[in-house]
């Protein structure tokens, strides 16, 4: 039996680091935090001290035993979950849940694993920092007050299964309001100056007139007076300039750095980052830092040296922006600078590749540039064109990276032809081009990140979680708009004429960005009138600030609850018994057939077209909102035509025909066939010759094209590629196969592997009960009856799993029958209240 016992939190951490200790180290993992606050409940003493009331999870509890088991055996336990306030946190749970002697216990920090680091820390270990624990006591218990306490009162005020947070809601209400100053931009329009000229030995360059005209007759009347002007050079100036490099990763420049350049999602960045960190290649990868250490920056500038040579070397330290940031850590780099890529996944490969060009680009020198700036004068007028270019004369950095840029209108300046002041110029045409103002950008996961960092709102941990639980929550979503057709004039002088044209463009496009939902914004409003500190960006950054000083044991963390807590509760009481219903309704006019309202808002099942309301003689009309419709934007006349859905087109084959518009889009529908219609269209625009080409597509593409013990086996693609369907089994069809050209062996092959893979991922199967338990991903276990499912974690031991503890589980997670009340308790209950 080894002496020490090093436990950490990620099982692919415990694997790395059991290559650098010797057999007297065993290294177990406690697959992340072992203790949490109830689900059922608050679990915080709100009317004493604020203490939390831990419990160790269900799925957690063989981890438990078996840790303690191990520890009783081990003459030392070394804590060693990660270094910032998280792993602070397990580290003191562990000590508590296993009842560690701290005689025989030590903490550890590293934010490295390599052999050197490891052995580094083994070497200076140190207690649990209280001060850090209480920090992120006080964010977990900050945050499940506010969303215990908050939530409920979406449920009854807006409408049921809602939730808020505090820097969740606070991120929507960003996007919420970025989006109304998008709704109420007004475009305008101006005419921009540009044109191309030549040189004396007959280069070409672009250049431009720096201010715009207001009018179509102005810019006219200023191309009409370069007909017959005679052009120079009037001023020319080059200056040298430097450009310097980036500062090494933060976390949140690695999330808007991996988003711009290899369009991933923030969650996604961190799931690759923590698989680069504990295979040892990455420092760690939640920090706010921008150092690197002395150690690093000699290894960077060894490596520069060898592979570039001295002149491009330039070691140099950074100071980070940051509130709060904790410099004592590092930025992210790699372990080795002397590993230019690894051989692992693509994306963790591309990922590595990014974060070892930063950091090698951070200790390099300088670029130089010669910058050019070119005046040209006309002999009919004072306006002066200008033109602007770039010389690199020494790469520096650049040899290696160039940070990107969220700005979408930035203009890259090119190289221009050698010319000489009084050189006179050839012009080759003048164009006025109407150009209209840009609304304001919507924010990608990229750009939010670093509005929330600015702001101070948030740390490096919180933002993934948080950008996915928003969306998660349907109150942002990724926008599909496809944008409109624009059209706009140019007038272009070539040759001493003028000629007009309409040229068109495509505005309003924004696949990708981040859009509030009609629930985000109802939602935001509701929480904005009513509880106006919580969603204030201000307060969220002092909270932060709050926390940062618990963790430098500057403050004590239940004065801060309390303080919170005594204008908090009364504030959510008030708003819960006092405050209207809000349903985001806006009433758009009168039914012309009956004269009744016809408003718009938020219903049981989602946006609505209301059409009555509840105090008429007859019941009101209901029509739902297509996908593409927002409650605050959709005009009278769109919400009319929802009334004229379903729509009856004829019959087919002796089957009815209807359009109409479903929750995923409009759709046709022959008998009890659903046809999906093609994105964007208009379903009041479909006729029935439109459909029966539709129906019959289907009809040709469910077509059996085999059969396969006497059942008919189809084929089609999906959203995760193409599948053959046989007996309600889907099976995907790999590369493997020709697709278009499915051979009759091909299908028995993909049916009869498909048929083995079933059959090899059933542990365990009740055939009575209907109760089974499969393999799923990851190596975890499901215990699966009917439509109910319970997932394992990965380290619960299901071989030996009896039918009665499967029963459990199921019985566990099935949801409970309500029993409906009785109406003399409503009556008492009223009656009481009065």
Known sequence: MAKNLVIVESPAKAKTIEKFLGKDFKVESSFGHIADLPSKE????????????????????????????????????????????????????????????????????????????????????RGIDYDLVDAQQARRVLDRIVGYELSPVLWRKVKGGLSAGRVQSVSVRLIVEKEREIQGFKPVASYRIDAEFSNEDGQTFKAKLPKNFSTKEEAQKFLEQNASADFKVADLQKKPAKKSPAAPFTTSTLQQEASRKLYFSVSKTMTMAQRLYEAGLITYMRTDSVNLSDEARKGAEAEIKAAFGNKYSKPRNYKGKAKGAQEAHEAIRPTNFATHSVDIDYDQARLYDLIWKRSIASQMSEAELERTNVKISASTHKETFTANGEVITFDGFLKVYLEGTDDEDVEQDGMLPAMKTNETLLNNYITATQRYTRPPARYTEASLVKKLEELGIGRPSTYAPTISTIQNRNYVEKGTVEGEERNYAQLTLKSGQIKDKTLTEKVGSDKGKLVPTDIGMIVTDFLVNHF????????????????????DGKEDWTKMMKSFYKDFHPQVEDVKENAERESGERVLGKDP??????????????????????????????????????????????????????????TFEGEDVQVNNGRYGPYVKHGSVFVSLPKGTDPLSVELDDAIVLIKE??????????????????????????????????????????????????????????????????????DEGIRVEKARWG????????????????????????????ALIEAKAPKKKTAKKKTTKKKTTAKKK
């Open 593 to 650: 057939k009956t004269g009744k309202q016809v408003s718009v808002r938020l219903g049981k099942f989602g946006p609505m077209v209301q059409i009555g309301t509840v105090d008429d003689d007859e019941k009101p009309q209901f029509a739902s909102l297509s996908p593409d419709q927002q409650l605050n934007t959709i005009t009278y006349d769109e919400a009319m035509d929802l009334f004229k859905l379903p729509k009856d087109l004829g």
């Open 42 to 125: 608050l679990g915080v003493n709100v009317d004493g001290d604020f203490k939390p009331k831990y419990e160790v999870s269900k799925d957690k509890k063989a981890v438990v035993k078996k840790l303690k088991d191990l520890a009783k055996k081990a003459e030392m336990v070394w804590l060693a979950s990660d270094e910032d306030r998280e792993g602070e946190a397990i580290a003191w749970h562990l000590a508590e849940a296993l009842k560690l002697d701290k005689e025989k216990t030590k903490r550890i920090v590293f934010h490295e694993i390599t052999k050197t680091a490891i052995q580094r820390a083994i070497d200076n270990p």
């Open 780 to 807: 975890r276990h499901n215990v699966v009856k009917g439509k109910v499912k319970v997932e394992l974690a990965k380290t619960v031991d299901v071989s030996d799993m009896t039918l009665e503890e499967a029963k």
């Open 698 to 767: 289907k009809q040709k593409a469910d077509a059996p094209i085999y059969m396969y013990k006497d059942l008919p086996v189809q084929k089609g693609k999906g959203r995760f590629g193409p599948f053959i369907k046989w007996n309600n089994m889907f099976i995907n069809v790999n590369k493997k196969y020709d697709w278009d050209n499915l051979s009759d062996e091909d299908i028995v092959e993909l049916i009869e592997t498909k048929i083995q893979k079933e059959i090899d991922k059933v542990i365990h199967n009740w055939e």
């Open 532 to 551: 106006e500190q919580i969603l204030d960006y201000n307060f969220t950054a002092k909270v932060e600030a709050d926390f940062d000083d618990i963790a």
